[in-house]
């Protein structure tokens, strides 16, 4: 087996165990909605980015299984993980500090996929990560936002959702 799809199946594991035993603020159709909305819009921008305009390639060039399920294995767990331990409470200065820290964690983990041959880059560069990971990260903070209130709108419209 390549190092890069060992790597890939390590990460998807360590994130799917530490998705699983964080405290858990959001409901089950919470977690199902933002997670399969982080997997879908993930693998749009990496269709975008690496298929149509080959910025960089995942793996090897074209669609393979494992890296495949790893990117939604790895998106999903990820919203899991940043939603259930986003500081919604705290004030301001908390909350784009978790949002830096969060994007610093994912550069990281990103040249951690670069070191192992996950990801290799053409024309991408590691500072358009960085700078986009803020911008990803408060989108899918948004996303889950709009989900909630979608669900607060469905049950005053009497739609009755099932309680988790």
């Known amino acids: 087996m390549e190092p890069q799809t060992i790597f890939v199946l390590i990460s998807s594991l360590v994130f799917s165990i530490v998705a699983y035993v964080i405290p858990k603020k959001m409901k089950h159709y919470e977690i199902y909605a933002t997670s399969l909305f982080a997997a ?34 790895l998106y999903s767990t990820t919203s899991i993980i940043l939603l259930n331990l986003f500081p919604y409470e705290r004030p301001a200065i908390w909350r784009l500090a978790y949002i830096l820290t969060f994007a610093l964690l994912a550069v990281a ?56």
């Open 40 to 73: 879908l819009f993930g693998l749009f921008v990496d269709s975008i980015l690496a298929i149509k305009y080959k910025f960089y390639v995942l793996d090897e060039p074209g669609i393979q299984i494992p890296p495949l399920v790893g990117q939604v294995v």
């Open 109 to 164: 983990f990103e040249l951690l996929s670069f070191r192992f041959g996950f990801i290799k880059y053409n024309e991408w560069k590691i500072w358009y990560s960085a700078l986009s990971y803020p911008f990803l990260i408060y989108l899918l903070v948004l996303q889950y936002r709009f989900f909630q209130w979608l669900v607060k709108r469905g049950h005053s419209d009497g739609f009755i959702a099932h309680k988790s």
